[in-house]
């Protein structure tokens, strides 16, 4: 995948395979495993590979080995932002984003709940880094733009917002004046930003900041926080923040076979400060180094060290606008830097069977109107896990029964509304169930949940728990025992 056009892919402006190379045609002369590394053995020089067709691993020996394993979205000790926010990293992910939008839009549509209809309408993106300010760019464009094909919807109660842990956009890629610029862009074009704060939590309602500010949101989408791949962790080498450590030369330090190279290695950046940054650039220059350098230990000559000063940094800003900045002097805004940034972009594009799709799609894309089209590739889960803050309401009583819930953590509590006073029904702890009376009568909800502290559940829908009890009779016998001990409660 050509990572700096996936934003693209989610505004339309280029289609689901444009940014796809073929990994067998890049690599005509190289035998491919495509398939998941299961472990590392250093000091047998083995990769051990996942099983796929078979039920046994397989193994690979080595004679050097190139760690490039790049890195992973990381939402560790952020609640619900696994379950309920949607990654930016690769092509499946801006699917995803693309879908929700599109089913938002539609629900948004036909919504009478005015409050629900907000919350359809407002869209959440964490992180003001290139990648968060790319996709909130298109996002934005994208709603505003399909917006009006909706009668039903007013353009006014869109919201989309940029949730930003600093005070400036892209503070690490760009110069200040670039990212004001950004800024002031965005929120011309409707988007609302929030500096310094950050996601703390999602639920399936909404977005919870770190400053205590709860935004109502069907669709929140994070890019942030991405950390090493988790197969580094395990192995016995020195790592710093994550990174393997390597020397100029990209060799793992203390180790005369292994090369790390890409966002999971730290290589001294010796044209600059500190440690090479993981960008493109960087990394594509990086290969060609190493691959020198094993070549050269192969033939027992002497090794290059990795020497290179950033040429520039070039970051879209949605329809027709970008900001770029080269050799550290020049800095461009606008439609030049737009025009720059595509040309640029498009250069680097492997192949020119790609190089003439990625064209014909960016000329299309200015004669015919965009299209809300969702595409369903993959399939329900039967279970999801949840996350809620606390005092949140899973459902309200009258609400159509729909899944069943499973407490992993948390409490709740379950009560219902007599002449505007509420009477506790029970208190449910972790292990315990609720849910099943709506869903073994094919009626409403009867009474309302709360969370009493923040709670994740197991949430089973109704089509997977019918097809459950009538295969396991016992079982069906305990949620019918327990229904009917709730019921008598309830009165």
Known sequence: VFQPMLAEVVGGSLGLLDTINPLRKLLPKTKLYVREVDSIDIENQKVILAPKYSHTPFELSYDHLVLGLGTVTDFRGMSGLHEHALPFKNLADSVAIRNQVIEVLEGAANEKDPLLKQKLLTFVVGGGGFS????????????????????????????????????RLMEREMPESLGTYAAKLLMRRG???????????????????????????????????????????????????????????????????????????????????????????????????????????????????????????????????????????????GICAWLLWRMIYWLKLPGIDRKIKVALSWILDTMIPIEAVQIKAAPNQGIAQLHFETDEIIFHEGDVGDYLYIIVSG????????????????????????????????????????????????????????VLISNFQELRKNFEQTEKTRRREIG
Not at 139 to 152: F, G, P
Not at 199 to 209: D, G, H, M, R, Y
Not at 417 to 439: D, H, N, P, S
């Open 132 to 167: 968060g300010t790319e996709v909130v760019a298109e996002v934005n464009d994208l709603v505003r733009k399909l917006a009006k094909k909706y009668e039903e919807i007013d353009r006014n109660q869109i919201r989309v917002i940029l949730v930003h842990s600093k005070d």
């Open 191 to 333: 988007v609302e930003i929030r500096f310094n704060c950050h996601l703390k939590a999602a639920t399936p309602e909404e977005a919870v900041l770190d400053t205590g500010e709860r935004i109502p949101s069907k669709t929140v989408i994070s890019t942030v926080p991405s950390s090493p791949n988790p197969l580094i962790e395990g192995l016995p080498l020195n790592l710093v923040k994550g990174k393997i450590v390597a020397d100029a030369t990209m060799q793992v330090e203390g180790k005369k076979n292994l090369w790390s190279i890409g966002d999971c290695a730290a290589i001294p950046h010796l044209a600059g400060e500190g440690i090479c940054p993981p960008t493109a650039q960087f990394a594509i220059r990086e290969a060609k180094v190493l691959a020198y350098n094993i070549a050269a230990t192969l033939n027992g000559k002497s090794k290059k060290e990795f020497r290179f000063k950033a040429l520039g940094m070039m970051g879209a800003l949605g329809h027709q606008s970008a900001v770029a900045e080269l050799f550290g002097i020049f800095k461009f805004s």
């Open 411 to 466: 409490e709740v509590e379950v009560f219902i509304t007599r002449q505007g006073t509420k009477k506790l029904i029970a208190k449910l702890g972790k292990g315990e169930y609720f849910g099943e009376m709506a869903l073994l009568n094919q009626r409403s909800r009867l009474a309302t949940v709360r969370c009493l502290s923040p709670v994740d559940v197991l949430a089973l829908r109704k089509s997977d728990f019918g």
